[in-house]
């Protein structure tokens, strides 16, 4: 069955025009700023301005980037860094969501643990680098381990927060309507979360990448932190670099598929 074409009033049409307008000119200057920093970052090292040897450049950059790819190496770092922060990242969330679920059922439970992850918060993970190695060796375990470290207890907290700060009057009107605790949860607790949701996912986005490259800095033999790494100790500045500009772009596309994930929940809740 073919969908009737909506009619908009002269006023609607007039503000998604508007709007329209608006996202192409943002974008514009998105573009536009970028191209400029690129443009002058390039001209100050051509000039002498700074010297590209410690400054690197957008050319020296592209450079080196298509000399790993010429090497067979570039998707392989990419790819190990990749799949250590979309793991990390996918069990963090996971086990953060179900943790702050069963916090939330049982208040005695909440109350006992929440000093120790207030705590565990606090501490610097860096710190517990030789332990995760002595524990889970000095391979893609022991970085994976860094990154679920790093984003879980964020998961928690912000999804904890968002199932207590739930409408106390909304719940007791459930429970007065006879719901049980699972049917509040289900029906009110998880919809009324999901902004909180997916704010945890874009703050836990930068958690992954920097738990990864944190583990691949304390041990690693491949992977995006460990180029960064070896060009530092090598003065292979433009790898640094390089590796640095790929990281970049990696955490903004995932950035990305977690708005667009955002859209289609909105999408789906409002209709």
């Known amino acids: 069955m073919k969908k009737q074409p909506l009619n908009y009033s002269k006023e609607h049409k007039r503000f998604l025009k508007k709007r329209r307008n608006n996202l192409i000119l943002v974008w514009a200057f998105r573009i536009g700023i970028l191209a400029l920093l690129l443009g002058l970052w390039e001209l100050v090292t051509a000039v002498g301005w700074a010297d590209p040897f410690i400054m690197s450049s957008p050319s020296r950059i592209c450079k080196t980037i298509g000399n790993l790819y010429r090497e067979g190496t570039l998707f392989y770092h990419i790819g190990t860094t990749l799949w250590e922060t979309l793991a990390g990242f996918a069990i963090a969330v996971v086990l953060g969501v179900g943790i702050a679920l069963a916090l939330w059922w049982s208040e005695i439970l909440r109350k006992v643990l929440e000093p120790y992850i207030v705590v565990i918060n606090a501490l610097p993970k860096i710190a517990l680098g030789p332990l995760i190695i002595i524990w889970f060796g000095t391979g893609s375990k022991a970085i994976l381990v860094m990154t679920v470290l790093v984003g879980i207890i964020v998961a928690i907290m912000h999804m904890l927060a968002a199932f207590v700060a739930t409408d106390k009057n909304k719940i007791l009107l459930l429970k007065s309507m006879g719901a049980s605790k699972f049917q509040i949860l289900r ?21 992954a990448w920097i738990g990864s490259i944190m583990g691949e800095y304390i041990v690693s033999k491949a992977g995006l932190g460990y180029l960064i790494v070896y060009g530092g100790q090598v003065f292979k500045l433009d790898l640094v670099m390089s590796a640095t500009v790929i990281l970049c772009v990696l955490a903004a596309g995932m950035y990305f598929l977690v708005v667009l994930l955002e859209k289609f929940l909105v999408k789906n809740t409002d209709s």
Do not use: A, R
């Open 187 to 207: 029906k009110l607790v998880i919809p009324s979360s999901i902004n909180s949701f997916i704010s945890m996912l874009k703050v836990n986005v930068g958690m």
